[in-house]
């Protein structure tokens, strides 16, 4: 079991670049065996999310082949259209297999997915869509069935913008006759990067980026080539590292786009923040204001994943700082950790009030999710002493070189493996 060992004090300083999107290359991965063929994805991060996805593959009868950034997916022997439970509790994003491998092979069977305990996040709105789409929806024992003899294209309307219920739609509707048109789509940067993927593999999509996405067809193509890319939340958090530090950072291979309602609330803060076209900096000096109210919402506002990233930012800042999480009801589970290191933070419900204080000392504190975790080392950068951030593998589902990327940033971070007196 990983912990996360940090001595705060040391402003951060130079450059580092961004990974390959964790939330863009899961949903690719599934997307993959989609009307069969080779794909050759480029920038793809190392992280256990990806490791749990190409162990999917691999079960399902693909070869895959993984390294220094590139994956080689040949799904041509898939034989298989079920993933066992214990795959499937590895991580939540298993569920995008749904719609993949109901296109591919016009039935599959799953257990509920695992993940972060984040909240209620029923997969309904998932299996209504593929309902809509012809699929017959069998629910026993925990596991679900969906079968199709032949899908058909419609109108599907989402109740709520779901990044993974439209990523399911898109898949599922490759395979179905006639025109799908979604609505209330998700519009994340992620979705786009879907349907970049599933249009090089012969789709045609339209509309992704909007609440409106068009599926009209799909001609597989054998070989397909396709470069994840840069994650948007990697990118923040590093950024917000560098606000609770203090110093001068600059992100390579980003887009600043997908930055903004991060960066506009940094900037309120008190930091400096320039944009180039690929990459971002950004210099604080001195205490930070506090930040101005923060509202979680579908993209394109504030990213329910940054929430916690710049709560720890705010821990100093001067004067209060609000922050209302509208996404996930259990997003402020990291809040009596950072308590921990001498934080102010009192919550309502959804709102969680933070109070900058003059001083954070470091302690033992126990990362509950991916963010959370983050979260933590972010605030252990602003505290003194030493903070032991213990893990259960959760930041290493979504960052790659994690503590090496700090530590080449001036940061003084390890990773190290839990002992009898640290557990």
Not at 69 to 85: E, T, V, Y
Not at 100 to 115: F, K, N, Q
Not at 160 to 186: I, K, R
Request: charged share 20%; with cysteine; hydrophobic share 40%.
């Amino acid at each position: 079991m990983p912990v996360w060992k940090v001595c705060g004090g040391n402003a951060l300083e130079g450059s580092a670049v961004v990974q390959g999107a964790k939330n863009a290359v899961l949903p690719i991965l599934a997307a993959s065996i989609v009307g069969g063929g080779v794909s050759c994805l480029d920038n793809c991060p190392k992280l256990l999310d990806v490791d749990a996805s190409l162990e999917i593959l691999h079960y399902l009868g693909c070869s895959v082949m993984q390294n220094r950034g590139k994956i080689l997916i040949d799904s041509g022997g898939m034989s298989r259209n079920h993933i066992p439970h214990a795959l499937m509790m590895k991580m939540r994003s298993s569920v995008m297999f749904m719609g993949a491998i109901l296109a591919r092979c016009g039935e599959v069977r799953l257990s509920a997915p695992g993940g972060c305990e984040l909240g209620s996040r029923p997969i309904d709105l998932h299996l209504k869509a593929l309902h809509e789409l012809g699929a017959e929806i069998e629910e026993s024992g925990g596991e679900v069935c969906c079968r199709a003899s032949k899908l058909k294209g419609t109108h599907i309307n989402l109740d709520f913008p779901s990044v993974g219920a439209t990523e399911n739609v898109m898949l599922a509707a490759c395979a179905a006759e006639g025109t799908t048109v979604l609505t209330n789509a998700a519009r994340e940067p992620e979705i786009v990067d879907l349907q970049n993927f599933l249009n090089a593999k012969g789709a045609k999509i339209h509309g992704a980026g909007t609440a409106e996405i068009h599926i009209t067809g799909f001609s597989p193509r054998s070989v397909t080539e396709h470069a994840v890319l840069p994650d948007r939340i990697a990118a923040a958090t590093y950024l917000c590292a560098a606000a609770s530090a203090g110093g001068d950072v600059r992100l390579e291979r980003v887009v600043p786009a997908h930055l903004n309602t991060v960066t506009d609330v940094l900037r309120s803060m008190g930091c400096e923040v320039a944009e180039g076209e690929r990459e971002v900096r950004l210099r604080r000096s001195g205490r930070l204001n506090a930040a101005r109210p923060v509202v979680t919402k579908p993209y394109p506002g504030f990213p329910t994943d940054a929430q916690a990233l710049l709560m720890s930012a705010c821990l100093k800042a001067g004067g209060t700082s609000v922050f209302v999480e509208n996404i996930f009801e259990n997003r402020f589970r990291h809040v009596s950790e950072l308590r921990r290191l001498g934080a102010d933070i009192r919550v309502e419900g959804r709102v969680a009030m933070v109070s900058g204080v003059a001083k954070l000392t470091g302690a033992p504190v126990s990362a509950c999710d991916l963010r959370g975790g983050a979260a933590l080392v972010i605030a252990g950068l602003a505290a003194e002493n030493v903070t032991e951030v213990i893990d259960t593998g959760h930041v290493e589902r979504g960052y790659e070189r994690f503590a090496q990327t700090l530590s080449a940033l001036g940061a003084d971070v390890q990773r190290c493996e839990a002992t009898s007196d640290t557990e």
